[in-house]
């Protein structure tokens, strides 16, 4: 059993923390994401309707990042308990939530911008869907790598 000085009163506060910004950051990114490459495809729903549903591709992207973060948030939510949860853990928590959600917040960034600019370009010229896809797995994976320092950081 921790001690009140391994273990002190506020310690679930840090740890709660750490779930808010991995689900508030991470869903954030995710709706940067949906709403720039949504506007995208409208534009170019214009122009080229037949080509829609191969546009949807960084929308679902984007909504892949808002998982991560849930996922993280649910993870700590099950380990923050109000007696023997030391500081060395909620820290370790915050630090797992602010990884996973600035990792998403960017990550959602960088997919809004290039799916919006992908998806017109590939009205123009089909062509350039499978560059647009390529840069769009890039930009996941910035995401991806946050949720797994995240995971590494719950672990411990």
């Known amino acids: 059993m921790a001690t009140i000085d391994e273990a002190p009163i506020y310690a679930p506060f840090f740890g709660s923390l750490g779930a808010t910004t991995a689900v508030a950051l ?4 995710a709706a940067y994401g949906t709403a720039k ?6 534009s170019m729903a ?5 080509l829609i549903m ?3 591709i960084p929308v679902v992207m984007a ?10 948030a649910a993870v700590i939510t099950n380990n ?3 007696t023997g949860y030391t500081l060395y853990m909620s820290f370790a928590h915050l630090g797992a939530g602010l990884s996973v959600g600035i990792a998403g917040l960017a ?7 290039v799916g919006d600019s992908g998806v017109r370009g590939t009205a123009q010229q089909p062509r350039l869907f499978v ?5 769009l797995i890039f930009a996941e994976v910035l995401g991806l790598y946050g949720f797994i320092v995240a995971l590494i950081l719950t672990a411990k």
């Open 131 to 135: 560059g647009m896809i390529l840069i």
């Open 46 to 50: 214009v122009m080229r309707p037949d």
């Open 107 to 113: 990550a959602g960034y960088a997919i809004g911008i």
């Open 80 to 82: 923050v308990t109000d």
């Open 37 to 42: 490459s949504g506007t995208g495809i409208a």
């Open 63 to 72: 909504g892949i990042i808002g998982i991560y973060g849930l996922v993280v």
């Open 26 to 29: 991470s869903a954030m990114g």
């Open 54 to 56: 191969r546009s949807v």
